[in-house]
């Protein structure tokens, strides 16, 4: 899988997983979620030599939610798996991964 970090625009279904997302100037459309789960962030950095926590709130917060779907191009051929990811702390989408 080639990884990436850009940012997307991502349209959301009934069910609030991703539905449509824009990448490139492109529209990609969802056939079907594969895999979601949340990563959280490196809580394990935020720790001083005596083991405790320097922001705690931080900690709970830094974490982003995944999807990696199998999506199309219109009614070309042309699809594709791509992993999303949405940032809890700034509200943001990205394409982290590929495979085509």
């Known amino acids: 899988m080639r990884q990436y970090d850009d940012p ?32 959280t962030g490196p809580w394990w950095q935020g720790r001083g030599d005596d083991g405790a926590v320097s922001d705690p709130v931080a900690d709970l917060v830094a974490e982003r939610e995944l999807w990696r779907v199998e999506a199309g191009r219109g009614e070309q ?14 509200g943001r989408w990205q394409l982290v991964g590929c495979l085509d």
């Not at 609030?16 to 979601?36: N, S, Y």
């Not at 791509?82 to 700034?90: A, G, K, R, V």
């Open 77 to 90: 051929e042309t699809y594709g798996v791509f992993d999303l990811s949405f940032d809890w702390t700034d």
């Open 8 to 39: 997307v625009e991502v349209r959301r279904g009934e069910a609030e997983d991703p539905d449509q997302f824009l990448w490139r100037g492109r529209l990609w459309k969802v056939r079907a979620i594969v895999a979601h789960w949340v990563e």
